[in-house]
């Protein structure tokens, strides 16, 4: 049955209200990779939290949400294992406005990615930007980030998330995709 009485003006500024809602929203980073690339260091340094140099992997995923140029972002940091990605990632990363796909830049890790990251992009929507950081850039035998790229075939970033000078490279990053994102919505 179609409703053919028109919207009252209640109805109006309700749906209006509800529109203000949706572009307040915080905006949501996914974080993907293989198991132990740097993940949860890479969302640390995004939120200005101390680094350690322990490695304990993320059983499923975190989330937690921070405050990024006046606006709430929740950022999602999947666990890398395979169990965790099959269980959590098709059903958590939808409505994803970035993901970072995180790889160690070794050969091997790469292409592991690369099946990691075809896998993703049939999970998200045509809008959200799937970004890869080239991790750990100041271990030897490490893959350049243009090398990487290549073989990704998406935007790649160099990255030690462990260094934490690095936080204001990772923040301008998010900075540009999110006005990149936003332009888009706006349909500019």
Known sequence: MMWKTPLKSEQIRSTQHLKSIHQIAPAKISIIGTPA????????LMRGQQISNRYSPTMGFNLGQTQFDGKNIRIWDFGGQKAYLKQHLSKYVHGSDIIFIV??????????????????????????EIVAIANKQDLPGHMSPKRVEDVLQI?????????????EHILALIRTLMNHIQAIKKGE
């Open 155 to 167: 935007p790649t970033f160099p990255m030690v998330a462990i260094d934490a000078a690095n936080r």
């Open 103 to 128: 790889t160690d830049s070794t050969p091997k890790n790469v292409l592991t990615t690369r099946e990691l990251l075809e896998h993703s992009r049939n999970l998200v929507e045509d809008s959200c």
């Open 37 to 44: 690339v740097g993940k949860t260091t890479l969302t640390k």
